[in-house]
């Protein structure tokens, strides 16, 4: 056999088998905290991130000023679940086809916030701001201080976030759908804040 024939087949193997591994991954949850240390993320600024008896603790440091947990790895189509606890003020948010440089973040939040400031609707950082919010009534399914479950699900243009299985927008938009990027986890600016987090799990839909 001739090398680039050789070539040609090593190449169609290895491609065959990355794909064959992907796709035992679709549609399965995957775990992305697992309870013990930061594995698997990268802190942005200088907030305090922290394990504290298995939980995720994000708390405003001595700065006030944004920071982000961002995870490695890049993500397009999925679903993510997640539980938080906001403590103090709660100001915070979940973020999707995003990138970091600095504190400076770009992509699209599911926000997390005090009751009446639109828990689970989408925000574009850098750029429209505001695109969707929740109504009044579905805000009532945020429970302050207690744990509450987020769901974020992106596939294409189309965006639905859940709150305790409320179901609270959905939303389309050509722009989501073009891109990738990481999922990040946010303090707001301004001091005073703490959130726990727990069960944090995606699953990865049609690679």
């Known amino acids: 056999m001739k090398k680039n024939s050789i070539l040609s087949l090593l190449i169609s193997i290895l491609l065959w088998s990355n794909s064959y591994a992907q796709s035992l991954n679709t549609?399965?949850?995957i775990t992305l905290f697992n309870k013990k240390d930061l594995s698997g993320w990268k802190i942005y600024g200088t907030e305090k991130w922290y394990v504290d008896r298995g939980e995720l603790v994000c708390e405003s440091g001595p700065d006030k000023e944004y920071g982000y947990l961002g995870t490695d790895q890049k993500f397009k189509d999925f679903e993510?679940?997640?539980?938080?606890k906001q403590e103090a003020n709660g100001n915070s948010g979940v973020f999707?086809?995003?990138?970091?440089d600095g504190t400076k973040?770009?992509?699209?939040?599911s926000e997390v916030a005090?009751?009446?400031?639109?828990?689970g609707g989408i925000y574009e950082s850098y750029g429209r701001g505001w695109l969707i919010k929740p109504t009044d009534e579905k805000d009532q399914a945020l429970k302050m201080g207690e744990w509450n479950?987020?769901?974020v699900k992106v596939v294409g243009n189309n965006v639905k976030t859940y709150l305790n299985e409320q179901e609270m927008i959905t939303f389309t938009d050509d722009k989501i759908g073009s891109i990738d990027g990481i999922i990040?986890?946010?303090i707001h600016s301004g001091g005073g804040i703490?959130?726990?987090?727990?069960?944090i799990k995606i699953r990865q839909i049609g690679i």
């Open 27 to 29: 549609g399965k949850w």
């Open 184 to 186: 990040a986890l946010q």
């Open 96 to 100: 999707f086809h995003s990138s970091i």
């Open 194 to 199: 703490k959130v726990k987090w727990r069960k």
């Open 149 to 151: 479950e987020m769901k």
């Open 80 to 84: 993510l679940s997640l539980q938080f």
């Open 105 to 109: 973040i770009t992509g699209w939040q």
């Open 114 to 119: 005090p009751p009446g400031h639109w828990t």
